[in-house]
């Protein structure tokens, strides 16, 4: 049995094709039992919104955010959802994954945005956006999405793995992703 590990979507409304999109590249479902994703799609009728998101931001492991003018213009994310983040993450208690859609990482380096530290996807500076073939596909963008997502995945594993004794499934990944960046660009 491996250490769950639950996984927060974060994006504007405006973006949701770039979520739905995430989902059939990085399927997370694939990555076992153990690794949940939570959207704001969770949400049921009647439940209050805020509370809802506030209690998964509490329990996140890993803060995949979609970057685009919208994300960034959304108030509801910068002042609750990467402020929790931020106080997290400054705890040790989570990884952020900065998924650059629309916007490459000189963007948020000029602006000196909190994200701009963080390791991005689809890969180091170019946007998931720029990646497309001649049929509007991104064949380029999902090996490192996949690849990105497991690495975390294990990452997270295994730290709970150490704190608690758990044991760990099997991901496989690459190096780096979620990962702050200390002088530059790798």
Not at 9 to 29: E, P
Not at 43 to 60: F, Q
Not at 70 to 88: M, N, P, Q, W
Request: proline share 6%; hydrophobic share 40%; with cysteine.
């Amino acid at each position: 049995m491996s250490a769950d590990v639950l996984i927060f979507m974060s994006y504007s409304h405006l973006d949701l094709v770039w979520l739905k999109r995430f989902d059939s590249i990085a399927n997370v479902k694939r990555l076992g039992r153990a690794v949940n994703e939570w959207t704001d799609r969770e949400i049921t009728p009647g439940t209050v919104d805020d509370d809802a998101i506030r209690e998964a931001l509490d329990k996140m492991d890993v803060f995949v955010c979609f970057v685009t003018p919208g994300f960034l213009d959304s108030s509801y994310i910068t002042t609750v959802e990467l402020d929790i983040a931020k106080k997290r993450h400054k705890k040790d208690k989570i990884e952020i994954v900065p998924v650059l859609v629309s916007l490459n990482r000189r963007y948020l380096e000029e602006r000196k945005h909190f994200l701009a530290q963080f390791n991005p996807l689809p890969c180091h500076a170019t946007p998931w956006g720029a990646h497309h073939d001649p049929d509007g596909n991104y064949p380029a963008a999902i090996q490192p999405i996949r690849e990105g997502i497991e690495e975390v995945v294990k990452r997270v594993q295994e730290k709970k793995a150490a704190k608690g004794g758990l044991p760990v499934g099997k991901v496989g990944g690459r190096a780096g992703i979620g990962r702050r960046i200390k002088g530059g660009h790798p």
